[in-house]
């Protein structure tokens, strides 16, 4: 699941950086390098714990100086963001994203089976009990566990925040 969203604004607050020159460019540059960083970081610590696999496959990658596309590699990390079946919950301005994963399966009934067997033993529970909880999983669905959403919206607005603060004191540097 990758995330590569325009954040209103920041087009704007761009082209007023660019009055300052270089120094407006790489003030720029940096935050918007600093909150990529920030908002993969949050979603990593809110992203659930089973065996780190989805913690460790968030990354961010800089596709240049101003953009950066965060992911969540791990194949079944929307899943685990937006939920499943009946329970599944899209963020608004979100539905792109997660309408690339409907009804996408992440492998055969038995290689599900196994998956929940695996955790169920790992849980202590009767491995057992893995086959009617697989079903109603498949049933019902799972509740989301948003990790990467909550992140970024928290950090859009930082970015905003930092980058109007930013502006401000260069507008202040160079207007004396």
């Known amino acids: 699941m990758k995330l ?29 390098k600093i909150q990529a960083l920030e908002i993969a970081l949050k979603a990593k610590r809110k992203a659930p714990i089973d065996n780190g696999k989805l913690r460790q ?56 089976l196994e998956n929940i067997k695996a955790w169920a033993i790992k849980k202590g529970i009767d491995p057992a009990a893995a086959y009617p909880i697989f079903i109603s999983i498949l049933k019902n669905g799972i509740e989301p566990k948003p990790f990467l959403y909550p992140s970024f919206r928290e950090g859009s607005e930082r970015y905003l925040k930092d980058l109007n603060t930013a502006f401000n004191r260069l507008t202040r540097k160079y207007n004396k």
């Open 4 to 32: 590569n969203a325009n954040i209103t604004g920041v087009k704007s607050l761009h082209k007023k950086f660019k009055k300052f020159g270089d120094e407006g460019q790489k003030t720029f540059e940096n935050i918007t």
């Open 57 to 112: 496959g968030i990354t961010v990658e800089e596709v240049n100086k101003t953009t950066f596309i965060i992911a969540a590699l791990e194949k079944y990390s929307a899943f685990i963001e937006f939920g499943t079946g009946r329970k599944a919950k899209i963020p608004e301005g979100w539905e792109l994203i997660a309408s690339k994963f409907r009804g996408k399966s992440l492998g055969s009934f038995n290689d599900g």
